[in-house]
Every structure is written in C-alpha cells, then in structure tokens.
C-alpha cells in the first residue's frame, strides 16, 4: 500500500529533470573521458551507470523513511557528522594534498560527499525551533558555532570546496529560517572584504594568512589569470576557451578540440560542464542550466509545501546545497567564481558524490511525499 | 495553531530565497551567453591556435657526389633546441633562459649567448629562436623531462650537413651557416631565421640547387604538444644532387701529400702554413682536386657556434684558413711566369732558338737584376731548365710588355676564369690598359698631394703678406712664394715621370715573374692546361650534372670554350719542350720526377717568388711556386700551386705535384 502512494505522490516534474540531468551526464562523460578511459584502462561510463543505480537504491531507501522521524535524532546525526570528519582527518589517505578519502576494502570514499547531507538533517532540525528567533547578530552565534565546529575540521583536511558549500547550506538554511537577509549580506560581503584585505594585506605587508600558496594563487588568477598562465591560470584561461568556443550549437559530441587534446584539466569530474559548453554549445549549456532551475524550483516549491518546518528546512538545505555546486563548478569555468573543486551534481563522475546527490535527493522527494498529512 | 507563524515567515523567506536563485541563475546565463554568443569568435580562434602546429619540415639539402658517384656530402637528422618567443611571451623568460641553459651544459651557451642570440632576431621573433643545433639524446631526454618548466622551448628534427670525409674539399665544397645578410637580398624572400644557407665554394655557388623545397605539416596537438593527427602535409624535397668533377681519390692524394710537403718545409721555413694546388683536366677545364691550406672542416660551421678559437683560427690568424687560396689569393708568380715571357718572344719574333744569351750572374741593363746563379751561354730550351733570370729578362725586352700583355691576355691570366666557386680573384696582369688605369691613378694621387700643398703654401703667404707694413717686405714675400712653388711644381713632374711611366725595369721584372705579376692558382693551373692543351683555353668548372630528387638531370654541363690562343703552334710545342727540359737531367724538377716512365714526361716550371707582402723579409722568405703538365706527348693533367713561405717551387709544391701525377697515372 505504502509503495503505491509513495510512486503516486512522487514529484515526477523534479524526478524527470534529474534523470534528463543524469542522461546528458552520461553522453558528456563519454566524451569527457576519450583520453582518460584509455589511459586508466575502464569505462566512466559504465561505472557511473553503476553507481546511478546504487544511487537509485539509496534513493528508494530514503524515500521510505518518514523524514518527520529523524528529527529526534539530530543530536546522533551531529556526532555521526563530527566523528565521520574525524575519521577522515585520522585514516584519510592524502591525494592531492588533502585528506579526503577513506579507504574501505578496496574502494575508496569520500565522506565530505555525506557529511553534506548529514549537516542539513541536523541544522534543520537545530534551526527549526529558532525560526522567526535570529533576529540579531548574537541569535546567529549559536548557529556559527554549531556549523563551526565540523567546518574547521573540514577546512583541516583541507577542503576548501566542502567548507565552502557548508557556509552556503548555512546561510541558505538561515534565510529561509528567518534571519535578516541585510545581515546575511553583511557577513558575507564582510566576509569577502576580509579575504581580500587579508590577501592585498600578505602581498603588501607579508600578512600570514591561512592558506596554501596554491589556494591563494587561485584567487589571485581568478582576477588575472594572465599572471601564471601555464600554471594556476591555465585553468581558468583554458576552460573559459572550451566554453566560449562552443559558440551557439557546440563543435558536437565528441569532436571537442579543448576536451580531446586534454586542454582541460579532469574535464570527468571538475572540468565536466567546459565538455559539455564546448561540445553542446550555447544550447546545451542553457538546457542543462534550464533542468538545474527545475530541480531548484521544485525544492523551493517543496519547502514551501512541507507539512513542517523541518522539512521546508532540510528541502532548503538541499536546494542550497545543489544551487552552490551548480554556481561554483559552472562559475569557476566560465570566470565568475575562482577556481574552487567540487563536482557539478549529478553530471561529474564519483561514486561519492553522485551517491550524496541522490541521498539528498530523497531527502527532497521525501518531503514532497509527506507533504499532505492527510494521506497517511 | 501556535505553528502557524514560522510557516508565515516560510513563506515570505522562501520568495526572497527563490528571488536571490533566479537571479543567480541569470547571472550565470547572462555569462554564458556572453561568452558563448557574443565573444565565440575570439575564444574558437583561440582554441584552434591552441591546437594547431604548423610544423614546418626542413628540405635535406642535395647530396655532393664525386666523378665516380662517391657521396662527399650528405646530410643526417640532428636534434635542434629552439625558443618560441610567443610561447615565451607571459613567461619568466629569464627563468627558462637559465634552467636551459643549466640542461645544455655547454661552456659556449650562457645566459648572455643566448641573449645575443634573441636580440640579433628581434625583427623576426615569431620565427622559433635556434638555440643549440645537434644536441645528444640525453639532453633532448632532459629536456622533455622539464617540458612544464621549460615553456617555449622547443626540440625539433633538422637534417644537417654531415661530411663523409671530413674536411676534405672543404674550401671548394664550402660551408654553411645560419642565414644572416642574405635575409636582405633579392632571391632569398621565402628564407627563415633559422634557415641554413650555402656562405661559399659550391653550397653557396650552387645554392638554389642543394636547398630543396621545405615542406610543412599542419598538426592537432595536445596541450602538450604531442601530435593528434595530421590535418594536412605538403612533404619536403630534398635539392638536387650536384656529380662534381673532383676525383676523391686524386683530391685525398693532394691533400695529404701537401699536408706533408708542409710539415718537411717548415723544418726550416716554419712560417710555411698556407697554399694552394690545383689539377685540372687539359681537355675540358675539368677541375680533378683542389686544395688550400690551412683546412677548413665545414662541419665546424654548419650552424654551430663557433667557439672563440675557431673564430680566431678562420678569421683572425695569420694566415687565416677561411679563404680558398686556390681561387682568392693572388700571388707573385716568379719564374713559373717565364714559359709567358718566352712565348711573347717566340711569337714576336725576336727570339731565335739557337741563339744563346750569356749569364753571367746579372741582367746587362740597368737596374741589373741578379740571376740566382751564373748559367753562361743559354737558349731557349737551357734557359727554361734552369730558370735563368738573364735570359728572359733579355727575351722580355726583346718582346716588349705589349706583347708580353697579349700573350698573358690569351691565357687568361689577370682575368676571372669563371669557375663555379665564389669570390674569384683577378690577380692583376700588368699590360697596357692596367698600366693606362694604374698610372692614372696614380697621377691623381700625385696631383691632389701637390696641389694640397701648393694650397697650404699660398695660405701661409698671404697671411704673412697681410701682416707686413711695407711694399718691399710684400714684393720679397712673393718672390719665396713663387720659388717655392716652383720648387713643388719640379717635385710633380719628378714624381709623375717616376710613378706614372713604365720603365724599361718595369718589363724585366714582369719578365721574370716579379713586379706587379700577381695571380690566381686556378688562372695559373689554366694556363698550364691550355699551353698544354696546344691553345684551347677552357672554362674551369666543378658542378659538371645537376640531378634532381627523382633522379632527373636538370643541368649538365659540358667543357666551355672561352679562347682559341692566337699562338703558332709551334710556338706552344718549343714552350713545352721548353718546361719538359726543366725535368730533365740538369733541371730544376729533374729529381723530383726521375722516377717517372719515359712514356709519362712531365712539363714543369719551378718558381720561387718574393712577394713584398707583409710577413716576409726581403732575399729571405719566398713563396714556392710550380707548375706542370703530362704526358709531354699528350697532355691530359696540368698543375699550378702555391706553398707561401715555401722557399722553393720545387722543394714544396713540387712535391705535391708529383705525388697527384702518380695518383693520376698509377705509378708506384
């Protein structure tokens, strides 16, 4: 019975978005990994496919426990979040000088991926009684701290890209939950005047600032790439080529010069929306942003549906969460956001990361589905 | 419902959180369509110069064979290192300029070579920047290596000239180098930077021929630079192959045998470093070897950077081994001129065979010119044996410079013969239009001297005249201006008739070889051939077939007639009986070819020649000269070869001469 009302309640316009989303991510992966496929001797294709459907499992799974449940666990969720970090920061194995995975049996990890979902549950569910209540700087505290705590032990790995998609959760969460969206404003204008003053500040004065040369040198070519061409700026002068140079109706599937003579750096991951702009054009690229603003437009329609508060806010916590990983991984390659990794949901290839999408996923369907008590 | 107001304030958040997507969604769109829309043009320009390589490819030059189809020149891919200046461009150049330089590892290539090198280019630095030509396989391993530090630079396959015998033929064959002055010249429009052009002997003579047509293929490349595929390629053609006239075996044998007639001379006479020989083939002008000394190996240019010493070597020493004597030095030839003199005086008809002239150690007209020994009575035949200054002093007085200049005309000598190498010299051949021309400017020199002076004195009087007071002390002062004038207008006419006249020594001295005789080893070796020949004065050549990359002749070139001597044959034949005298017994040559057959005799002439150049001390140094011809009955060969400092013809060259003749006609 349950499973008949779950099927009739589904929210088919979001679900027919993401599975467009997930199709034309197959096609571009295809093309985005011509060289790679080759080189790491497998098929992205097939194992995306593969984890499409564990995803879908995941999916399923989620969809059928009442997220109105899993609000009196926000506490464990909390501590699960912190000591999955932990684990991380204690077992990682270091690529690319950050510890980000956990190795378990063979496979390999990537706990910010969840971490994300794990953070929404349990913001929602801290925020929710302090809807209408974070009037001032000093309502916010809490939040901060709350936030803080994981956010530190990420920025300790470091992930510089997770932190940042955990600061973008937390505000989308606390616009929705009421707080003064003047004062949202403020700390995040404030935010970036502190950074740059703090980098004009370590060039003129030799400041210390907490970042690695190779972080800092991202932002200093995302104003003027030109500095280091071959170097930090290479990635932003050559994906912003493969974009632009796709013009109105793209070069075509596979037959992208910047994709197949590995201008891009992982164009499968990263990389994967310069394939996409540079073989699908104009078009393809409106498409693919015209499918996110449904994915996007559905979740806020969703938290405005939700039978509570909670609910509106784990769908605003997902809807943030997508909307920041679409604006930075297209952002950083068309020269609006510095170059900053995290993966375009749903189209860059991982495990990890398409699992987590589809966890909030459900998260998301599972709000819609609960929506009208009156059904249960 | 006590809930209802968070679900209130929900609902107003959630507009303003949908209102703060779209707009995010807009900029993003905005963005891309911009990038996509309008500036499309720009960034696909962009992607496909990223893409796309025009490699040129570098036409081998044409092989050098010899007569007998032996490859004396060919060419071997070498690894070239090079710059992109563009590639450079947003880079540290000074930071790549350095790790490069740390990788060649060659004591010539520093920091400010390199320099050097990228300013000489400055006009044309879209053109890839040669660095380093031949580069071992370790380098071109580090290099590629270090590819990401080591923006702009490039490792290209060039094909170079590799020389199958080394040195050998150096100065004929010629060299060539990194194109320069040429770049300037018509005909050389569609040259490169990095271009390798022909700078002498037949690589630069022969040039359009050896260069071949440079192809180029248009690749896709990966962002590092290894090739995807081939859009398109227009293959390069190697240049035409030259079939010279050098026999290697002959040219080896010359070569070695001057090497050792050097290295026995300067036993005493150590300033012997520097010479030239050359046989040529009487029949058609045929050049079988030619040598100079000191060597010069192509392959030390051949693009290369020329270290210090080699500069000094090649351009600065005395002598320097840059120049092919054999072609563009002049020399005074001394006696080897005589057999000239004596056919002037046959054809004049001023010399009777049987008539002796005495010596008796020095010429009966003044200034009485020393012979080097006392002969007593000589004639024709006596006097050429043992070189006698007396005779063909008288014999040249006899004959008079006139004819003395015609008979040299009909041989060629003071005159460019024509042969397919550059730089030719003209020697000089001091008959009545060189004296006409000579004396002329000499009496402008004169002139101009004097009349300076005249200048300067009447300056110098009229102010004196202008200061004195009284009419007498004036009429006084221009009296001494007169006189002195006429004292300088003596000294002109003195001058003029001293330095502008041809003085009966003045013939003597050509007589015998000195004077202002001066010429060129291959105008000497051709008058040889064309005495010998019996009048048919030839064209020297070298290039005789052209072939091209399909095996096609394009040019074939065939013996050139230039001059018919207006000489009486029997003239010719008493002149050569006359030189084959000089290697009998009692001749100057005689122990030089006492080992040669009856049926193979030789002509010769011995000479030995006081320049008056710089370098040599007066009755003390000489330049050794010879001349010679075989078989007496039928010639085929003729010889001509200067030793400098070789103190005797007969004792240097001469050696030379007998070593090419054994060669020629296999005799042990």
Redesign the interface.
Known sequence: MKIARVIKNLDYLLLGAVGLILVMGLFVLDSATVNASVKYNMSFVYRQIAWIVVGLIVFIVVLFVDYSKLSKYGVHIYVLNLLLLLAVLIFGEETNGAQAWIPIGPYKIQPAEIVKALLILGLAQFLAPRIGKLNTFKDLIPVFIYVGVPLLLILKQPDLGTGLVYVAIMFGMLLVAGASPLLLFSLIGGGIGIIVLAIYGHYAWDWWIPLKDYQLMRLVVFVDPMIDPHYTGWNVIQSQIAVGSGGLLGKGWGMGSQNINDFLPVQWTDFIFCVLAEEFGFIGSAILLLLFFVVIYRGIIIARKSKDTYGSLIAVGVVSMIIFHVLQNIGMTIGIMPITGIPLPFVSYGGSSLLANMMVLGLLMNVYIYHDQRIF | ME?N???I???S??R???G??IA??I???L???W???I??D???T???S??MRWIPEVASRGEIVDNKGQVLVTNRPVFTVSLNYLGLK??DIDEVIKKLVIILNDSEITYNSIEKIITAQRSRLFEPIVIKRDVSMEIVTAIEERR?VL?GVSVDVYPQRSYNYGALAGHLLGYVHSIKEELEKPGFEDYGMTDLVGKTGIEKNYEQYLRGKNGFRQM?????NQP?REIRAIPSVQGDKLVITIDLKLQQVMEQSFDEAMVEVQKKHPKAMAGAAVLLDVNTGKVLAMVSRPTLNPDDFNGKHLTQEKVDYYFRNIPPALYNRAVQGSYVPGSIFKPITGMAALESGEMILEDNVLCNGKYWNPPYIKCWSVHGNVNYYSAMAKSCNVYFQEMARRAGIVEIGRVGQDFGLGEITGIDIPYESVGTLPDLEWQKNKFEDRAKGINEKIDKKIVALEEEYSKKIAVVTTDEEKKQLELQLKNEKKVWEQERKNQLAHYTTWHDWDTYNTGIGQGYNEYTIIQLANYVATLANGGERYKPYIVEKIIDANGNIIEEYKPELIKLVNIAPENLKKTRDAMLAVTAPGGTAYSIFRNFPEKIKVGAKTGTAQPGRVGYIKNKDYDGLFIAFAPGDDPQIAFAGVMEHGFSGGGSVGRVAKAVFEEYFKIQ
């Open positions: 809930d107001k968070p679900k304030i929900l609902k958040t959630l303003i959180y949908l703060i997507v995010i969604f900029v993003i769109f963005r891309l369509a990038l996509q829309l500036e499309a720009i960034y696909q962009k992607a496909e990223n893409t947003d880079q990401r923006p896709e490349v990966t962002s590092k995807v």
